[in-house]
């Protein structure tokens, strides 16, 4: 089962990696066609060559924006789901607290970046600010989603078994909620990231948002573009990394025996 699962993830990805060589082999044909200037938009061999050219350069600005996020999102997922735990216990968190977040998370994220930098300074901090407070509504909602979702049926029969409240929520409420609650964690990773690079661009002198900007200084649309290719190898990383937690985590969920009996 698990040998079939596998290589239908490994024809995905053939499948992924065909389309995108085709993509760049189009995109270079026509652009040599035209012959469209290189700060409009650059050859893929062109992007490529300066990838190649020093690849210690993207590495070490795409560590920076992988940290930024990763520290941003850790914290994120540890008050997010301890704050969802309170809101299911207290009447008052939940009218007060829960009601702040779903009205703060109306407001466009960029607007606030400013404030970050007013309060905790320019450098890391402030990024690490901007990701945890993108990443911490989704995290929430569906935690709070999947810890209230349980069958009234089984918590009845948690109490007829004089079960504690602690046992019924280490038992019951968060074996429920984990599908719920890594929908909310595979989405948060996406805003964080996004957060992470926006971050950048208001306020850094390191990671890959910092290299857009600075390329995007200089009109180097080739170095841009190699910059947007790491922020998508990275980005698809994470995302999958939680899949992947998700697959290990929970793999008793339908989704992932309908996606491993499909392997067949």
Not at 4 to 24: D, E, M, P, Q, Y
Not at 88 to 100: A, G, H, K, N, P
Not at 182 to 210: N, Q, R
């Amino acid at each position: 089962m698990r040998k079939s699962f596998s290589a239908s993830n490994a024809g995905r990805t053939a499948n992924v990696v065909a389309v995108l060589l085709a993509i760049a082999v189009i995109w270079e044909i026509l652009v040599r066609l035209f012959n469209v200037p290189s700060f409009l938009l650059p050859r893929p061999t062109a992007v490529v060559a300066s990838l190649y050219d020093d690849p210690a350069y993207y590495l070490r600005h795409a560590w920076a924006t992988l940290s930024e996020t990763l520290l941003g999102y850790c914290s994120a997922i540890v008050v997010g789901v301890l704050l969802s735990i309170a809101v299911l216990y207290s009447r008052i968190i939940e009218q007060t607290v829960y009601t702040f977040l779903v009205t703060l998370s109306s407001i466009p994220k960029v607007a606030l970046a400013p404030l970050f930098i007013i309060w905790l300074g320019t450098g890391t901090l402030p990024i690490i600010g901007i990701v945890f407070f993108i990443a911490l509504f989704p995290v929430v909602m569906n935690s709070v989603q999947g810890l209230k979702s349980v069958e009234p049926d089984m918590i009845d029969l948690a109490r007829s078994m004089r079960s504690s409240g602690g046992q019924m929520l280490w038992k019951i409420r968060i074996p429920n909620a984990l599908p719920s609650m890594f929908t909310g964690f595979k989405v948060g990773i996406s805003m964080a990231f996004i957060g992470a690079v926006v971050g950048e661009f208001v306020t850094s002198v390191k990671g890959l948002g910092y290299v857009i900007i600075s390329a995007q200084s200089n009109f180097d649309t080739a170095q841009m573009f190699a910059a947007v290719v790491m922020l998508a190898v990275v980005g698809t990383a994470l995302f999958f990394t939680i899949d992947f937690l998700e697959r290990t985590i929970i793999p008793w969920h339908v989704s992932h025996r309908g996606a491993t009996a499909g392997a067949h």
